[in-house]
């Protein structure tokens, strides 16, 4: 049995928050393929490559993680590469409410692709993409909710 995740994401910036995701998922699953989508309408404030750049650093030590890029549907990608799990992560009851929704699409369109979920733990339930953008946009320091690899680029 060969189980590879799909962990998709906007990742604007990666934060600790997806990193502990990924490290609890590992056990989980053969390989983890981390990837952006940059299908969607969202405006992200850092360019793909970068992005891309910072979740390869963040996960460079781990053999069975990769990184993707990839436009269009998610469970398409997921076809494409073989992938029959979607991992993702909830930290709140309007995180729960979202993938509910997403969950559902995604089984109507894609019923052989199972979504996995996992709830944050407690200690990264407030770490979130958006409140590193926001902190970041007041000067303030933001390393602490970065993962260890990628911090030096905010000093
Ligand atoms: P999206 O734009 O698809 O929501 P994100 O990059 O914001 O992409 O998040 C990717 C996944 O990681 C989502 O399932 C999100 O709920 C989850 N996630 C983000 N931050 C955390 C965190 N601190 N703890 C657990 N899961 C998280």
Redesign the pocket.
């Known amino acids: 049995m060969n189980r590879t995740a799909l962990y998709?994401?906007?990742?604007?910036p990666i934060?600790t928050?997806?990193v502990?995701?990924v490290e609890r998922a590992l056990p989980l699953f053969d390989h983890i393929v981390v990837a952006i989508g940059s299908n969607t309408q969202?405006k992200c404030r850092f360019p793909l490559e970068q992005r891309l750049r910072w979740i390869e650093a963040a996960f460079s030590q781990y053999k069975n993680v990769e990184v993707a890029t990839y436009e269009g549907l998610t469970t398409d990608f997921c076809h494409e590469h073989h992938i029959d799990y979607l991992l993702?992560?909830?930290?709140s009851t309007t995180?729960y409410a979202y993938?509910e929704q997403l969950g559902a699409i995604n089984r109507l369109i894609a019923p052989n692709v199972e979504t996995v979920i996992l709830m944050?733990a407690p200690e990264?339930?407030a770490?979130?993409?958006t409140m590193v953008r926001e902190l970041l946009a007041f000067g303030h320091d933001v390393r602490a909710y970065l993962p260890p690899a990628i911090r030096n680029e905010f000093d």
Do not use: L, M
Request: charged share 25%.
């Open positions: 998709p994401g906007s990742f604007d934060t928050g997806h502990h995701i969202k993702r992560g909830v930290r995180d993938e944050a990264y339930t770490i979130s993409s």
